[in-house]
């Protein structure tokens, strides 16, 4: 219903008229003196005016009647109650020789009463119909948690109906609140009675009302859901929204399918700094990406593009990937900042020429190849992306005087059985080199497998899970550590903001996965058993190691002021050595001597040791 001003204020006339007649009447009970009637016809209109132009000074008629809510009631309420609280000061201070003004105290009440019952009932009275005729619309949907997220869910449900979500009940294992109504609604029961809920209310959805639900529980509502083949979703976590945790009224707007990383066995860690914070660290810096189109490169701009800088720079080589960032960020409105660069970091003077003419104050190098049995197979291509790139990128850094510069590394680069993994730790020695000696703060970022990076376990599973199997798995007693991808560049962009002497920082994970439990969950979520999509062991592939490792015994893990992120000491760093180790790996490099490579590596103190003949996949 489209309501006009002039229409509310007509009918709040009506009301009020209406309001002092119900006064009178109840007052005299029914029959009202000739004189207090001629009173009334005197007092009515003149108070309906008074009460127009309160309202009006309240700003109850900007208020839309569709999204009336308690805090409108209580602004109806204050207008209506300055009114009353008029006329009994008028009443109470009258001279006596005025007392055909004079109002009777039971009138001045009962009209107060009577006129916001009216005004209220007028405006709550249609919201309430509809939204019972929108109760009966949509989905029988069954909540999973009694607070104010399932209360927002019910709410948003109830005023887009387009979101086809009819809220049934709820589900909450707090004892206290089994068999009470929230927004109309009875708490049904436990996790523990899900199965019987669901049938017994012809539940056609589950929506988990929080991120913050452990995995187990998410878990074990898969397992009652999927044979039943009731839909599940979940909304969305901190991580996934950039502007930060929002209001909860907004929490239905970001309800989603489950995901894997919902299912894995570690808590979200929530981060420290708020957007506020990163504003004010980043807001007016020239800040370079490199990798920008990568998994993480492009979570890094997506989130950096909303902490106000002066120019988010975006390097990357792939030309699709780089038109498909910078075609988000225009569409999100953040084009005025970005200043995409199609270039490749191994090209030395693009970048030199990048960094003259730009002048970046922020650099964060995600750029890097990442992929194990591939540089296996190419380990000089390894060398001259993760380790000569990286070092002349720290140069010009140092001579731009750029403040921050923060390398991306991973956990591969602990103990290394692989060439990727034992590059990416000599790059996190060349960072604590040059923070020695530099003005520039230095550091490093390090973590574990990425959920949903182009190349991850995950995405070859779901590849093949859509094929029909056999998932492959490489040893029963596989294990990883996981992090989502908004999680991994919101730990980054944090530590960024710590980082003064070369430290190198990781989160804390939590528990590591098993790689063939991963494979359960996905099948299971996807709907199907292991009959239906088989697992098969294929055997460790080379580079690969069964358990992957954070830190060393040698760097002195320690807590930061910032929540779940650790700071591991630096190791000092000879830097005569890692120049010589530099100019031998640029002989074998031309030389595309893949032993060599090895040979160096393995004389590097950090670890790897050189595969066994037969276990290397070298180009020919």
Request: charged share 20%; proline share 4%; glycine share 6%.
């Given at each position: 219903m489209r309501q006009s001003r002039a229409g509310v204020v007509l009918l709040d006339f009506v009301l009020v008229t209406f309001g002092?007649?119900?006064a009178y009447v109840a007052r005299f009970e029914g029959s009202i003196p000739a004189h207090f009637f001629r009173h009334m016809l005197v007092v009515a209109p003149?108070?309906?005016?008074?009460?127009?132009?309160?309202?009006?000074?309240f700003g109850v008629y900007r208020l839309v009647w569709r999204y009336v809510g308690l805090l409108e009631a209580v602004r109806m309420a204050q207008a209506v109650a300055t009114v009353s609280v008029l006329l009994l000061l008028f009443r109470l201070t009258l001279p006596s020789y005025l007392p055909q003004l004079s109002l009777p105290l039971s009138i001045i009440v009962m009209e107060g009463m009577f006129t916001f019952l009216a005004m209220a009932g007028v405006r709550f009275v249609p919201r309430i119909l509809r939204e019972r005729v929108r109760r009966r619309d949509g989905a029988a949907t069954l909540l999973i948690g009694a607070g104010q997220g399932g209360l927002a869910i019910v709410k948003e449900a109830v005023r887009h109906p387009e979101l086809g979500i009819r809220p049934i009940g709820f589900i909450d294992d707090d004892p206290?609140?089994?068999?009470?109504?929230?927004?109309?609604?009875?708490i049904l029961g436990t996790l523990r009675d899900l199965d019987r809920v669901i049938r017994a209310e012809g539940a056609e959805r589950v929506v988990i009302t929080s991120s913050s639900f452990?995995?187990?529980?998410?878990?074990?509502?898969?397992?009652?859901?999927?044979?039943?083949?009731?839909?599940?979703?979940?909304v969305q976590g901190t991580y996934e929204r950039l502007g930060g945790p929002g209001d909860p009224a907004e929490t239905v707007k970001t309800v989603r399918e489950v995901r894997i990383e919902d299912l894995l066995s570690r808590d979200p860690v929530p981060p420290s700094l708020s957007r506020a914070d990163l504003i004010e660290t980043f807001s007016g810096k020239r800040v370079l990406v490199t990798g920008a189109g990568g998994s993480i490169g492009s979570e890094l701009c997506r989130q950096l593009a909303h902490m106000q800088p002066a120019q988010l720079i975006l390097v990357?080589?792939?030309?699709?990937n780089l038109f498909h960032i910078e075609r988000e960020l225009v569409a999100a409105k953040m084009g005025h900042v970005t200043v995409p660069l199609l270039l490749d970091v191994m090209d030395a003077k693009a970048v030199e020429r990048a960094f003259k003419e730009l002048q970046p104050q922020v650099v964060f190098h995600a750029a890097a190849y990442k992929h194990v049995p591939m540089m296996e197979r190419f380990p000089w291509e390894a060398v001259r992306n993760n380790v000569f790139a990286t070092k002349q990128l720290i140069e010009l850094a140092e001579e731009h005087q750029v403040e921050t510069f923060v390398m991306i590394s991973t956990d591969k680069a602990i103990n290394p059985t692989s060439v990727m993994g034992a590059t990416k730790r000599f790059a996190e020695q060349i960072v604590q080199d040059f923070a020695t000696r530099a003005k520039t703060r230095f550091s490093c970022v390090r973590f574990g497998n990425v959920l949903g990076s182009r190349g991850s376990v995950v995405g070859i599973f779901a590849e093949q899970i859509a094929a029909g199997g056999p998932v492959t798995v490489t040893h029963p007693e596989a294990t990883r550590y996981f992090m989502t991808i908004p999680e991994a560049a919101n730990l980054v962009i944090q530590a960024s903001t710590i980082g003064h002497h070369g430290e190198v920082f990781l989160l804390d994970m939590g528990e590591p996965v098993r790689i063939i439990d991963l494979a359960r969950q996905m099948i299971r979520l996807s709907g199907f058993t292991e009959e239906e999509v088989p697992i098969r062991i294929v055997g460790t592939r080379p580079g690969e190691k069964l358990f992957e490792e954070l830190s060393t015994i040698g760097e002195n893990l320690a807590p930061t002021e910032l929540r779940k992120i650790h700071r591991c000491k630096p190791v000092p760093v000879d830097p005569a050595r890692v120049n010589a180790l530099v100019e031998r790996f640029h002989f074998t490099v031309r030389g595309r001597d893949a032993e060599g490579i090895r040979t160096i590596l393995a004389e590097m103190e950090i670890g790897y040791q050189s595969p066994p003949p037969g276990r290397t996949l070298d180009a020919q």
């Open positions: 002092v007649l119900l003149v108070l309906a005016m008074v009460r127009i132009l309160v309202n009006a000074g206290t609140k089994h068999g009470m109504e929230i927004a109309s609604l009875r452990a995995p187990k529980a998410i878990s074990r509502v898969m397992d009652v859901c999927n044979p039943l083949g009731v839909q599940v979703q979940i990357e080589r792939d030309e699709t």
